[in-house]
T-cell receptor, first 111, second 114 residues
């Protein structure tokens, strides 16, 4: 079965600092990967998705970027964090028969 | 483009009562439908999904949902809830093609009290 690892679980960062959140997938190859952000009262917003190495699509223009340097690694980054970047970040994989699997998430607080 | 509307942001119920969480979707193409549950500070867990076949779908933890194409709805039901069902529930849609992303509603908070 597929497992998605995300770290760190929680993160407190000052405004203007850089960000790097990592997501790795076990149990499958060539996964379709997604980054979502969950803000209070706003549901889950799709940020980026990737169908392969170095193939990234952005859904919402913003202060964030994503990279996929390896088949099973998906990284979310920012050069300078804003207060509005606070939220719960989830990585997901599209599995067999549309069995999307989610990681346990990273709670980011920008102060 | 697809969109999902969860009609109730909060649903309070008493233990052992039945519950229905409502979900409507909008799409110009056929879609697959999903319900996920999220416990505090955790990721999402799949409750059930509709891809094709019978419109009544049974999932984990005693939940079921019915796909109604004419009303573009996919309401989630449970005949008797437990305290442990307290969580946030998300309805989602996806186009039936590889690489497509899930599009979520804003969620419904189910609060079960004794």
């Amino acid at each position: 079965s597929q497992t998605i690892h995300q770290w760190p679980a929680t993160l407190v960062q000052p405004v203007g600092s850089p960000l790097s959140l990592e997501c790795t997938v076990e149990g499958t190859s060539n996964p379709n990967l997604y980054w979502y952000r969950q803000a209070a009262g706003r549901g889950l917003q799709l940020l980026f998705y990737s169908i392969g190495i170095d193939q990234i699509s952005s859904e919402v223009p913003q202060n964030l970027s994503a990279s996929r340097p390896q088949d099973r690694q998906f990284i979310l980054s920012s050069k300078k964090l804003l207060l509005s970047d606070s939220g719960f970040y989830l990585c997901a994989n599209q599995g067999v028969s549309y069995g999307y699997t989610f990681g346990s998430g990273t709670r980011l607080t920008v102060v | 483009a697809q969109s999902v509307t969860q009609l109730d942001s909060q649903v309070p119920v008493f233990e052992e009562a039945p519950v229905e969480l409502r979900c409507n979707y909008s799409s110009s193409v056929s879609v697959y439908l999903f319900w996920y549950v999220q416990y505090p500070n955790q990721g999402l867990q799949l409750l059930l999904k509709y891809l094709s076949g019978s419109t009544l779908v049974k999932g984990i933890n005693g939940f079921e949902a019915e796909f109604n194409k004419s009303q573009t709805s996919f309401h989630l039901r449970k005949p008797s809830v437990h305290i442990s069902d307290t969580a946030e529930y998300f309805c989602a849609v996806a186009q039936p093609r590889a690489g497509t992303a899930l599009i979520f509603g804003k969620g419904t908070t189910l609060s079960v009290s004794s």
